[in-house]
């Protein structure tokens, strides 16, 4: 899903050093809020969406206010489509209602004051459309995101999910080139939380211009984004695919949270079947997994989780209680400390994280081959 | 649980009831002046035009009888013609005109007034006679700001009668309470005039001066001054000593320094 | 059970003051409706002194809080919104009118606003103004005891403002001042309207200052506190009463429609 890199196109970030392009953004941003020290670089292609995953209090959402304009940078540069929208040694700022950006906030900001076509409305009545014409457009984004009929009602009226997607479409009706969405999902109860994940994926799937959502949670991050930057301390600490930083976590909170391994597949009754064709039993998969998409043929879109800790290997196929046995070969050994990830290639890739003594004593070498068993019990099941 | 919390609640409560008994019991009791028992407090009720002079009566009065004292509270004689018959506790009550001590003589609230006073009316104008007011015709011009008291007032009713009878057409910019807010209006140079009596023209001092009134001596522009124990007076003996003192020569002595004439 | 044994708790040594408090307030109130003359009651409030005493009272009021509004709002929101030296002070000073005795505000007035006044003799010199003794003197007078009430209702509601809401407002691509005009201003609506109300019940009840710097004159600055005071001095105490009564009822009115608005300001916090 990332953006083409050519002529022009964004350039991968390395700490420190940002590429000007001519479309999509390129951020440097630093700035000091209280105890929060702020220093990301960041660099988002036109059609791609980046998700700047952290924990709370890692300043993800100053870096999204400092995108929006509604926090000025201390130092650094924000470009979008090769205009500069804040850059202090220069002396540029462009205040948040000149730029080209929507905000989706995590509490959606609905105003009280106005029906549901006049907020979505609000954005295109600001640049002087007159009414008629401003809820004429508002109309067509609320049926773009299905709420048509609830163009009259009071903000209070809708539910979380409602008031999600009419905060996107009033976010959308003033054609954004940049789209900030702050913790789209953590506002929703678990349950409708799922499919909200999914028709926001589509819509912003459906919609050109730069997209950087704002998340603590790593499934939001990996469901809505191709490309994850984290972000902890006011820092970047790593960036990549999900894959990609599962395997290699750069942090404890990366590897407490991201570092597990989600292996995609389908649930159904007791089993989930992994993409790669790996067959796990996990009793009670097919209701852990409800509220996932459904796939034909049965079964639901699920990420089967399993934390590298829970992985055992061995030499020889082990037997006894109910366990997922499979044989792979060991690649890459990752030492950190005294512990030991090993990444497990395969049909289904998976890490499994031992002790060095364990390595020693398995004779782990790179390319070996190796049992890998993982309990049932070790597996949760969560619904894409 | 919350007995000691209500205990110390209900003891500060007792205290404070009893501190409120004590304080309404300590005032207010009748006995006859002399150098051993409580001074006695006459509370006299005069109209404003008489502040001056009655707050130095008040004083000699206070040294020529030991053991009593006048309180002196100075407004419009219709003010405190209410006051009394509302049963204010007034021992004195002396008006600046017959008709408002007659409001408190036919409710029955005094008797027999005797008259211990008179004054006359004249033009309170700023320091100097920027606007050379010669006499009251002089208030119809267009520029003109001046002021009276409010009808019910004396000063202001004799103000209105003094106009009719010149023939002066002129509207006041301000009816005001009483005599004392019209000398005010004045020396604040809000009003370039208003109608007082002589005696407030000379307590004016240096901030204004007087400009005669062509028939301030008539018999019907002038003011008198009745005065009168008031019937719920603790001390009426003292009361009548005390409008003694007023008609006394001391006290028109008093009155004479200030402006007013004898009854 | 244990409920109504909660509820019985109310101890005596709470309930008996809180009922004399109340006696104490309520009294005055029904000894006016006791003594109110219902047998002319028409008559007194339909004279001419009245009318024109309420008519004018309405005019003056009305204009009084339209003044206080169009200066004391954008004052609140400066107090609210911006930092700078002196702004305690200057709060403390827009407060002024509401603990200072009236009479004191009228001298104060016409100090500032009188013929000789700091700024009333520039007035008079250069644009001809007159402000005492005249009806739009009695609005000056009353606005400048009214402010204090639209000052503090306008600056609390424009701090409890959800800032959130303006910020999302701004990336919509709404300017500071359509900001302020489409979201911040009906937002504190309510909350103004509260203030202004309460303002216009305390200008309409105005005498110290109003006699004190507008004078008393029928028609022109005679409004209806001023009026009932002279006509209890002229022993008209029937109209006296039933313009009180007039008053009573207005204020009552406006307090019992505003209830939690004044009494709890966060009670009633925009969502």
């Known amino acids: 899903m990332a953006g083409p890199v050519g002529p022009g196109g964004a350039l991968e970030t390395v700490a420190g050093s940002v590429q000007h392009t001519t479309t999509g953004l390129t951020a440097s941003v630093v700035l000091r809020r209280g105890d929060l020290r702020l220093d990301v670089d960041l660099a988002v292609a036109a059609g791609d969406v980046t998700a700047v995953l952290g924990p709370n209090g890692a300043g993800k959402t100053t870096l999204l206010r400092a995108l929006a304009g509604l926090q000025p940078l201390d130092a650094g540069r924000i470009v979008l489509d090769g205009t500069v929208l804040d850059d202090p040694e220069l002396g540029t700022f462009v205040p948040p209602d000149r730029r080209p950006v929507g905000v989706v906030f995590q509490d959606y900001r609905l105003f009280p004051h106005q029906s549901v076509l006049d907020n979505v409305a609000f954005g295109l009545r600001s640049r002087g459309w007159s009414r008629r014409r401003a809820r004429l457009a508002a109309t067509g984004w609320l049926e773009r995101v299905g709420l048509e009929d609830r163009a009259g009602a009071r903000t209070a009226e809708l539910s979380g999910g409602q008031a999600q997607r009419v905060a996107l479409a009033r976010a ?41 959502v704002v998340t603590h949670d790593p499934f939001e991050a990996a469901a809505l984004a191709s490309h994850l930057v984290v972000v902890e301390e006011g820092r970047v600490v790593q960036s990549g695919t999900l894959s990609e930083i599962s395997a290699r976590p750069r942090s404890p909170w990366v590897a407490d949270l991201v570092g597990v391994n989600l292996l995609r597949g389908q649930a159904a009754g007791d089993r989930v079947v992994v993409e790669g064709g790996l067959v796990l039993s996990v009793p009670g998969a097919g209701a852990a997994a409800a509220g996932g998409a459904s796939v034909p043929g049965g079964g639901i879109e699920v990420f089967a989780v399993v934390h590298p800790r829970a992985v055992a290997l061995h030499r020889q196929a082990p037997e006894g209680s109910p366990r997922n046995v499979w044989a792979g070969t060991a690649a890459a050994l990752d030492r950190e400390g005294d512990r030991v990830r090993v990444q497990v290639g395969g049909p289904s890739p998976i890490v499994a994280e031992v002790t060095t003594a364990a390595v020693t004593e398995l004779g782990l070498a790179d390319g070996g081959p190796v049992w890998v068993s993982v309990k049932a019990t070790e597996v949760t099941v969560h619904p894409v | ?85 509302d049963g204010a506790p007034a021992d004195v009550f002396v008006s600046a005109d017959e008709p408002n001590m007659d409001k408190v003589v036919s409710a029955g609230n005094a008797a027999a007034p005797k008259i211990v006073s008179r004054n006359r009316l004249q033009l309170l104008v700023a320091k100097g006679n920027p606007k050379h007011f010669t006499g009251l015709a002089d208030l119809e011009h267009p520029d003109v700001l001046f002021v009276l008291c409010a009808p019910e007032v004396p000063c202001g009713r004799l103000g209105a009668r003094a106009l009719r009878k010149a023939g002066v057409v002129a509207e006041p910019a301000s009816l005001e309470a009483n005599v004392k807010a019209v000398v005010s209006k004045v020396t604040l140079g809000e009003a370039d005039a208003g109608i007082v009596y002589v005696t407030d023209v000379l307590a004016s001092g240096a901030s204004a001066e007087g400009v005669d009134i062509a028939d301030a001596a008539d018999a019907d522009l002038e003011a008198l001054y009745p005065a009168a124990v008031v019937r719920q007076s603790t001390h009426p003996d003292d009361a009548h000593r005390f409008i003694d003192f007023v008609l006394s020569p001391e006290g028109q002595g008093v009155l004479a320094r200030f402006g007013f004439r004898g009854p | 059970m244990r409920a109504r044994r909660a509820r019985r708790r109310l101890s005596v040594v709470v309930v008996a003051p809180a009922v004399l408090g109340a006696t104490f307030l309520v009294l005055p109130l029904v000894g006016l409706l006791w003594r109110a003359p219902w047998h002319s009651l028409v008559d007194d409030l339909t004279s001419p002194e009245a009318r024109t005493a309420l008519r004018l009272s309405l005019v003056t009021s009305l204009g009084a809080t339209l003044v206080a509004a169009c200066l004391g709002i954008p004052l609140a929101w400066v107090l609210a919104r911006a930092t700078f030296p002196g702004r305690r002070l200057v709060r403390a000073m827009a407060l002024l009118p509401l603990v200072l005795p009236p009479v004191v505000g009228g001298v104060a007035l016409l100090l500032a606003f009188g013929r000789r006044g700091l700024l009333g003799a520039w007035l008079l010199d250069w644009f001809g103004i007159r402000l005492p003794f005249t009806t739009a003197g009695a609005i000056v007078a009353e606005a400048f005891v009214a402010m204090p009430f639209l000052v503090i209702t ?109 009494l709890g300001p966060s009670a009633r916090a925009e969502p």
């Open chain 3, 154 to 262: 306008a600056e609390a509601a424009f701090r409890n403002v959800d800032r959130r809401y303006e910020d999302a407002a701004r990336t919509l691509g709404a300017r500071p001042a359509t900001v302020f005009r489409r979201v911040t201003l009906p937002l504190v609506a309510p909350a103004l309207v509260a203030g202004a109300v309460l303002g216009w019940a305390r200008a309409l009840g105005e005498f110290g200052a109003t006699i004190t710097f507008a004078g008393n004159a029928p028609g022109r600055t005679q409004t209806v506190p001023l009026e009932v005071f002279l006509a209890l001095e002229s022993g008209r105490s029937g109209v006296a009463i039933s313009l009180s009564l007039v008053l009573l009822v207005v204020c009552l009115g406006v307090l019992v429609g505003l209830r939690e608005r004044w």
């Open chain 1, 172 to 212: 959308l009706a003033t054609e954004p080139r940049l789209l900030l969405l702050d913790e789209p999902l953590s506002a929703l109860d678990a349950s409708s939380r799922a499919t909200t994940r999914r028709e926001l994926r589509r819509h912003l799937d459906a919609w050109p211009g730069v997209r950087v």
């Open chain 2, 1 to 85: 649980m919350t007995t000691m919390a209500s205990r110390t609640r209900s003891g500060t409560l007792v205290v404070a009831v009893m501190m409120a008994v004590a304080a309404a019991c300590g005032s207010g009791s009748s006995t006859r002046p002399s150098a051993t028992s409580p001074p006695v407090t006459l509370g006299v009720f005069a109209a404003s035009s008489l502040t001056e002079a009655f707050t130095d009566i008040g004083r000699r009065y206070a040294k020529a009888v030991p053991g009593t004292k006048a309180e002196l509270d100075f407004e419009s004689s219709s003010d405190l013609a209410r006051k009394i018959n």
